[in-house]
């Protein structure tokens, strides 16, 4: 399972030049129930819901920083509801979107993406160990806040839900039309074996 660890000490901040501005600011994620977003699929009596923050004034509706839109990374929250008698196990790793061309699109690390938001430079240009960067480039505030919204590994019992932030690269033109997502790993844990695939349009989860 990957973990961001929150950074107990802010002493560090600024070394590798912090590109965020000001002091970053927690703010809650409002979720609905799965079924209720425009773009959900319901199979399996299972229920997985979703929506893409692809503008700037939406995704800082869910994080306090304008870098995110900058750098070109779309926050998709993502909920799913267990209908059934057995646990679910759903690792963010394993949700991916398809585009309109039909290519599948893997998430990005929440690790790359806290990088990719904070540091001056490309994180390939760092010879340095990437949780040691985070340490010394990461608000404090900020990494709490990406560690208790990301998605992560989630293990869903029984008629319960559960949800969170997947990362992806934004669509260079904005336009989200075609856009799918594909879960094609959801674990059954009682029979230790996955469930057929989800996959449904994305386009009207911005609505």
């Keep these: 399972m990957r973990r961001i660890w929150i950074v107990a000490s802010a002493v560090l901040l600024g070394l590798f030049g912090s590109a965020v501005a000001g002091k970053y600011k927690a703010l809650d994620l409002e979720v609905e129930a799965a079924a209720d977003y425009p773009a959900h699929q319901d199979f399996q009596n299972v229920v997985i819901g979703a929506r893409c923050f692809a503008t700037d004034e939406e995704i800082r509706e869910v994080f306090d920083t304008k870098k995110l839109f900058e750098k070109g990374i779309m926050p998709v929250l993502v909920v799913i509801e267990n209908n059934n008698e057995f646990a679910l196990r ?118």
């Design 90 to 207: 759903v690792d963010a790793r394993d949700i991916f979107l398809v585009d309109a061309g039909g290519e599948t699109v893997s998430p990005l690390s929440p690790t790359d993406v806290l990088l990719a938001i904070t540091l001056k430079k490309p994180i390939t240009s760092y010879s340095t160990q990437r949780e040691i960067l985070l340490r010394r480039s990461v608000q404090p505030k900020m990494m709490s806040d990406f560690q208790r919204k990301v998605f992560g590994e989630k293990l869903i019992p029984p008629r319960e839900s559960d949800f969170g932030i997947v990362f992806f690269p934004l669509p260079e033109d904005g336009d989200l039309s075609g856009l799918r997502l594909y879960l094609p790993e959801v674990e059954n844990l009682t029979e230790g074996e996955d469930l057929m695939f989800f996959e449904f349009e994305l386009a009207s989860s911005g609505d």
